[in-house]
């Protein structure tokens, strides 16, 4: 080559550099110096190879850009990068899902603590009201069955319910009144079959919608509502007035709890557009089951409404574990109108009628204590309200903490998760 060709050589322009991006294996890892989700461009200029930044360990090379003339990447004479990090160099998370979902809830958790758990206030709201409801249903039970009153009242009820229902009632009532199949292990009644159902086709939603957080919590539920029906082998029931009816305790309804049990399953485990319209299910079911327990003389009105009561807590105690896959996906939470109004609409129902019977069951206790004729028709009034109302006031509760502790609002909420990267090929 002449001096005048390496001097035009010399002279020639240089074709404008090649965009180096540096993708992430995993997004599951955000550091202080890239962001974990998303592509960093290095702009690299032709020259020694110490003027090119050098990548994190855990990301791989790929040519992302055409030269100035239009070829493919290295056309110019630069190296094209390629392949990935040494084996040795890679995080211990790749090849490991059950790792790899660890470190991408680290990675979410470290964006924003709402993408994987509700907020700390919330927890707490529900750990308190589950308290109160078990310490609820435990006052409902010490008001029944260790006062002169309670029993009174009791009596009262369970002697003429059926009679005092209205046509309609009873109408509603009778399918849930028939005594069932009798097998070895399980007695198939009405009951029995739609809290099966029920309970069956919540566990296949959160299976279906890959909840398993939320299987969890549902099987512990389900566990501990089981352990609370045999407190009826367990709790004392002293011999305060004479009664016609057996002097057994009968606290607190297998059937009811059943009942409350399954609605509120599907509570947890419907989608969001789905929640309010499950509460109302989940608040007529056990109502239906509780008022038919009475009419059937198998349980005492406090029996049923006790049942209630131990679920909702033990509900809202499991509520305040709720986490991860247990949750709303990030960017698909939003706050919902139905449970807003429903909610609203069953706390307030629930607690009038909560009020109500207390009203009416202060105002006959001078006849309680004497078994006056004129009390019966207001105790009657007083269980068919108290029952429905702390049915209705116990799903209004969960389904709103079930919203509440779901779908908190963060920022991925409202703009979704941060997009996932490319499989490493």
Not at 220 to 234: E, M, N, T, W
Not at 300 to 325: F, Q
Not at 369 to 398: E, F, P, R
Request: charged letters at 10%; aromatic letters at 6%; glycine letters at 8%.
């Amino acid at each position: 080559m002449t001096d005048e060709q390496r001097s035009r050589d010399s002279q020639a322009p240089v074709p404008a550099a090649d965009t180096v991006t540096f993708t992430p294996l995993h997004a599951s890892r955000p550091t202080q110096n890239h962001t974990a989700a998303s592509d960093i461009p290095f702009a690299a200029t032709p020259g020694p190879a110490s003027d090119i930044p050098a990548p994190p360990s855990d990301f791989r090379f790929t040519a992302a850009a055409q030269t100035a003339s239009g070829g493919p990447a290295g056309s110019s004479g630069l190296p094209r990068f390629s392949g990935s990090t040494a084996p040795s160099d890679r995080p211990a998370s790749i090849g490991n899902p059950s790792t790899a979902d660890a470190a991408v809830e680290r990675g979410l958790a470290a964006l924003d603590p709402l993408a994987v758990r509700p907020r700390t206030s919330s927890r707490i709201l529900c750990v308190i009201l589950g308290l109160l409801w078990l310490a609820a249903a435990a006052g409902v039970w010490w008001l029944g069955v260790r006062t002169l009153a309670g029993q009174s009242y009791d009596e009262m009820v369970i002697t003429g319910f059926d009679s005092a229902l209205p046509d309609w009632m009873s109408a509603l009532l009778t399918p849930f009144l028939w005594q069932g199949i009798h097998l070895p292990f399980l007695t198939l009644n009405p009951t029995i079959v739609i809290a099966l159902i029920l309970g069956i086709a919540a566990l296949a939603v959160a299976a279906v919608r890959r909840r398993w957080w939320l299987l969890g919590q549902s099987g512990a539920l389900i566990a501990a509502c089981y352990a609370a029906s045999l407190l009826k082998r367990v709790l004392p029931r002293p011999m305060l007035i004479y009664t016609e009816t057996p002097y057994v305790n009968s606290a607190p309804s297998g059937h009811t709890i059943a009942a409350a049990a399954a609605g509120v399953l599907l509570i947890l485990a419907v989608p969001r557009a789905w929640r309010a319209a499950a509460a109302i299910v989940a608040a007529a079911f056990a109502s239906l089951v509780g008022w038919s327990v009475i009419a059937g003389t198998w349980h005492r009105p406090t029996d049923a409404v006790m049942s209630i009561l131990i679920v909702g807590g033990l509900a809202m105690l499991a509520l305040a574990c709720t986490r991860a896959s247990g949750m709303d996906d990030p960017g698909r939470r939003a706050s919902s109108t139905g449970v807003q109004i429903v909610g609203t609409m069953m706390i307030t129902a629930g607690t009038l009628a909560c009020a109500y019977a207390a009203y009416v069951i202060w105002q006959i206790l001078p006849g309680l204590t004497i078994s006056a004729a004129w009390a019966a028709s207001g105790a009657h009034l007083a269980a068919i309200v108290g029952v429905g109302g702390a049915a209705t006031l116990t799903c209004g509760l969960v389904v709103a903490l079930r919203q509440l502790t779901a779908a908190p609002l963060t920022r991925l909420g409202l703009i979704g998760a941060p997009p996932a990267p490319p499989s490493a090929s």
